[in-house]
């Protein structure tokens, strides 16, 4: 799990490099830099527990570590979605940065394709506002990370960051 952190990290500096708007940029870089420093800390704790004997405190520790990196990861993916929507400028010819920004183009797609499917929807009311009790919800990055199918992945049983995975090994 901190090693798939490590590749949220890859993926929020890539795409921060990409984005046009400076703000949606630090805001995804700060995410990206706070996801580090979580996943760092799981790491070394999770280290840390399989050297030690089993205790309450230890397991507690990791699974507060554990939850405080889904946090924010969402949170990184919620920038990045803000930087694809505000803009994303020419990949260079690097595979990953590539990668990265033809997933971001599928989802600002999905999404774009979404708001079609909604505006021509009858469900609307007086006032052409969507009716709340009816509207499915729009497509967000965290949807399409868990919508790949899991033999698509290619994550390995034991991955190790430092051993060169990247980005385009866990397939985002």
């Known amino acids: ?22 703000r949606c940029s630090t805001e995804l870089l700060h995410a990206s830099e706070h996801t580090h420093t979580i996943s760092s800390q799981l790491g070394i704790v999770a280290r840390v527990k399989a050297v030690t004997e089993e205790s309450k405190a230890s397991s507690e520790l990791l699974l507060s570590n554990t939850q405080n990196l889904v946090r924010t990861v969402q949170h990184v993916l919620r920038a990045a979605e803000a930087a694809c929507v505000r803009g994303l400028g020419q990949p260079s010819p690097d595979p990953e940065e590539e990668e990265v920004a033809a997933f971001c183009l599928q989802w600002k797609k999905n999404l774009s394709w979404h708001r079609t499917k909604e505006a021509l929807n009858s469900t609307r009311d007086e006032l052409g506002l969507r009716k709340t009790q009816e509207a499915k919800a729009e ?14 992945r290619n994550i390995p049983k034991h991955p190790n960051p430092r051993k060169g995975h990247t980005v385009r090994d866990r397939h985002l």
């Open 1 to 22: 799990i901190a090693s798939d952190g490590q590749v949220v990290v890859k993926f929020g500096h890539i795409l921060a490099q990409q984005c046009l708007d400076q």
């Open 139 to 152: 497509p967000t990055l965290m949807a399409l990370v868990q919508e790949q199918p899991s033999q698509t």
